[in-house]
């Protein structure tokens, strides 16, 4: 999955999609996908990611605590 880094717009290949789906964690690993090398892999926060539309990822995804207002905690 590819994803846009918002620091410097460029765009970030999601090496750990469970990690990207699990809102208990808020760094995920990616690599950058620009140029004509393969990038070394690093870590990415969450928050600073969005999709290549530009749409913020899923609520469900960077907050562990997306439903407390539904189940009345």
């Known amino acids: ?10 765009i970030v ?3 750990d999609l469970d990690a ?4 208990f964690k808020n760094r995920v ?3 950058y996908h620009a140029g ?7 870590m990415f926060k969450k928050p600073e990611l969005v999709f290549l539309s530009g749409e913020a990822l ?10 407390d207002d ?3 905690s």
Do not use: S, T
């Not at 899923?58 to 439903?67: E, F, I, L, N, T």
């Open 20 to 23: 990207l789906f699990d809102p």
């Open 36 to 42: 004509e090398e393969m990038q070394d892999p690093m």
């Open 1 to 10: 999955m590819f994803l846009r880094h918002k620091v410097n717009h460029d």
């Open 29 to 31: 690993a990616g690599r």
């Open 13 to 15: 290949e999601i090496l």
């Open 70 to 72: 539904a189940v009345g």
């Open 58 to 67: 899923p609520r469900c995804w960077v907050d562990a605590h997306y439903r």
